[in-house]
């Protein structure tokens, strides 16, 4: 058996530059790992089976079958896999997990049937899977252009504390398609906030607060009812700066220190809301 993690992601920046000819949109954006993780255990097995700890992920569509199949078919490999997952990450959040699953798969199946593919030749597969998996083959801090499939890989963010807030509003169906219908291309920027990031950790030294942008928090309000009000909620419990984690609804602020982050966990939890205190980590 392999076991491996799958780690979350937030978004340092995340600009939306404007929409393209095949109908996605142009973006520019500054991803960071976290430690929050999904685990993965891989078997040989006649075809390939996928077992889920989450009823909710039971599908034929759900990434990290697609990505096993699609090896299977890119290798011409008659190989299969039983698959199982352990969901660590919240689903449907803004936290990438069904990429990083994706991603998982695709370096645990090339090892598992040893295919001897390059990370060149992952990358190629991970971008059919979706915008966001092909940066959970690098992970840590790393820029993303285009669709979010053409990776960078960046200086590490320095290691903070970050406590993530999922409050419990109700999420729409395919969420991210419809935040991207909902943006005025008023709303659409020329990348300048994720170049600033992006100097800012060539520079080396902690990125001010200022220096965080995600062009969706202006529709936020409108896609997700009640989200003003766990926004302000966790301000008023000393957070000192708040952000949506990718397309949401799932919020995150840094913390100077870990004993921050420990109040502000621990006050969010006495009030029965679904909250995570977790680092940043560098590239492994």
Request: glycine letters at 10%; aromatic letters at 10%.
């Amino acid at each position: 058996m392999l076991t491996v993690s799958a780690y979350a992601k937030i978004n340092l920046t995340l600009e939306v530059l404007g929409r393209r000819a095949d109908g996605y949109h142009e973006v520019a954006t500054v991803f960071q790992e976290i430690n929050l993780k999904d685990t993965l255990s891989f078997e040989e097995h006649r075809g390939i089976t996928l077992d889920y700890d989450h009823p909710d992920l039971e599908s034929p569509q759900n990434l990290a079958l697609e990505a096993a199949r699609l090896l299977q078919e890119a290798a011409g490999s008659q190989r299969g896999a039983s698959i199982s997952v352990k969901k660590g990450i919240p689903i449907a959040a803004g936290l990438g997990g069904g990429a990083s699953d994706a991603a998982a798969t695709l370096r645990a199946l090339n090892e598992l049937w040893g295919l001897g593919l390059s990370l060149d030749q992952l990358l190629r597969l991970a971008s059919r899977l979706g915008s966001d998996t092909a940066f959970f083959l690098y992970g840590g801090t790393a820029l993303g252009e285009g669709r979010g499939e053409r990776v960078s890989p960046l200086p590490p963010f320095p290691a903070s504390w970050v406590v993530l807030f999922r409050p419990p509003v109700n999420v729409p169906s395919s969420k991210t398609e419809r935040l991207y219908a909902s943006l005025d291309p008023s709303y659409f920027s020329e990348g300048q906030f994720t170049r600033r990031m992006v100097t800012l950790l060539h520079q080396g030294g902690e990125p001010p607060l200022s220096s965080f942008f995600n062009t969706f928090e202006r529709v936020s309000f409108t896609a997700y009812a009640g989200l003003e009000v766990y926004w302000q909620h966790f301000y008023a419990l000393g957070a000192d700066n708040v952000h949506l984690a990718g397309s949401g609804p799932t919020l995150f602020t840094m913390v100077r220190d870990k004993a921050q982050g420990e109040g502000i966990y621990r006050s969010l939890r006495r009030g029965g809301l679904e909250t995570y205190l977790v680092q940043t980590m560098a590239r492994r």
